[in-house]
């Protein structure tokens, strides 16, 4: 074994008290992320909800509900993990085009604060099982109002070829049924246009859909008491020590200077990524370093089970050797996992020091979309957590 030296801010005595490979959450870092939140959204009607699919380990959503962030919820395992980890139901909101019957049921038991509704016969199957429960469910409709986020395809989500939300010329016939349905209290309209945005013109876009829409229904009698504009602020992926925390300056500003708000209107935004992407890194040890004519090779313990982003999106995500010298002379490698398939690769031609057998690797900004989808293909096991500069554990 090599001599471990500190770097790049991972507390090594932690990182080197578990088997790896495992998330490594900085606490501290996700505790600023929320603080900047805090700071950019006091004094306004704005309410941020964490999106839970981002990261739903269990000590990261109590962290969060501490904070007194609301959850955005896409399924009835997040609605419970939401409410064991202490969300204000008051403050929970589900989303999702494919919500069951038991997961509404849920859902109105719950009392959550809103049903993000995708469909027409989404919207009736809400009502009829609201009203055998003797309850109202309060609703917002997803609108898909085909804006190009310009991100990754699969990740697009505010476009009229998807599947989510109903799209604008079909707006006025389910706002005008939920608004006659006695189960349901129409609360407003809900949007996300997609994930990973840095560029603040498609939110910008998104403003102007919204005052056109908020002034179309208030001229047929129609307000809304919450505005929903989703999430999809993205992060740097290249530089998480340089800049961890997302830009949330310029896109509460582009909301505050775009959004014609009205009265005690909400604004509620379903922020995933932004929120815990930078505080997780995949720690993993690498297994082999192996050559073949035209390559080298850092084969890892962890692989696209413990972080699929790689693999499934071509997402590019910084990998550090922790346990390298500094001064060590650099070399191109391809960094991959051990898994049976050839996209197993966390990055081609990475330029990484001098690599052997043993050192500990980080792979950075993986806190959103890296626990949540892992998976135990090859009957590999999930990975473990560890939490940094947390006092409580
Ligand atoms: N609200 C809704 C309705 C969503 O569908 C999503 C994400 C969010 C909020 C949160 O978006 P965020 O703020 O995290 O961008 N697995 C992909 C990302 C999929 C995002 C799905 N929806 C990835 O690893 O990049």
Redesign the pocket.
């Known amino acids: 074994m090599h001599q471990v030296n500190s770097h790049h801010g991972f507390q090594m005595d932690l990182v080197n008290s578990i088997d790896t490979p495992f998330y490594y959450y900085d606490m501290a870092l996700l505790d600023r992320t929320i603080e900047e939140i805090k700071r950019h959204t006091a004094g306004t009607e704005y309410i941020v909800h964490y999106?839970v699919?981002?990261n739903g380990n269990p000590h990261i959503l109590k962290t969060i509900a501490q904070h007194g962030l609301g959850a955005?919820l896409?399924s009835g395992q997040e609605i419970k993990a939401a409410i064991e980890a202490g969300f204000n139901a008051d403050k929970l909101s589900f989303?999702g085009v494919g919500k069951t019957d038991s997961e509404i049921r849920l859902g109105l038991e719950q009392g959550i604060a809103c049903f993000?509704v995708e469909s027409v016969p989404e919207l009736m199957v809400i009502n009829d099982l609201a009203r055998h429960m003797g309850t109202v469910a309060h609703i917002a409709i997803?609108v898909n109002p085909d804006i190009d986020a310009h991100t990754?395809r699969?990740?697009t989500?505010g476009t009229a070829s998807n599947k989510?939300g109903i799209g604008i010329d079909d707006l006025d016939q389910a706002i005008d049924m939920a608004a006659k349905m006695e189960n349901i209290d129409l609360t407003g309209l809900?949007f996300?246009i997609?994930?990973?945005?840095t560029s603040m013109q498609p939110f910008a876009m998104l403003c102007d859909t919204v005052n056109r829409l908020t002034e179309h229904y208030r001229q047929r009698g129609i307000t809304f008491r919450v505005i929903n504009v989703?999430?999809?602020?993205?992060i740097d992926y290249s530089m998480p020590d340089e800049r961890p925390i997302a830009d949330f300056k310029s896109y509460f500003d582009t909301f505050k200077r775009g959004l014609k708000v009205n009265g005690n209107q909400q604004i509620h935004f379903?922020?995933?990524?932004?929120i815990v992407a930078n505080c997780g890194s995949l720690i993993s040890r690498v297994t082999f370093v192996k050559e073949n004519r035209s390559k080298k090779f850092v084969i890892l313990d962890a692989g696209m089970t413990d972080l699929i982003?790689p693999a499934?999106?071509g997402?590019h995500h910084k990998i550090q050797n922790l346990t390298a010298a500094p001064e060590a002379a650099v070399e191109t490698y391809d960094v991959v996992g051990p898994v049976c398939e050839s996209s197993d690769v966390f990055e081609h031609d990475c330029s990484l020091p001098v690599t052997r057998r043993g050192d500990l690797m980080a792979i950075r900004s993986a806190g959103?979309?890296g626990e949540s989808?892992a998976s135990c293909y090859n009957m590999r096991r999930l990975p473990g957590c560890a939490f940094a500069r947390d006092k409580q554990l």
């Not at 997609?194 to 945005?197: A, D, H, K, N, R």
């Not at 379903?270 to 932004?274: D, K």
């Open positions: 999106a699919k981002a955005d896409v989303s993000n997803r990754h699969y990740i989500t989510f809900h996300h997609g994930s990973q945005i989703g999430g999809g602020l993205g379903e922020l995933g990524r932004a982003r499934l999106y997402a959103a979309y989808m």
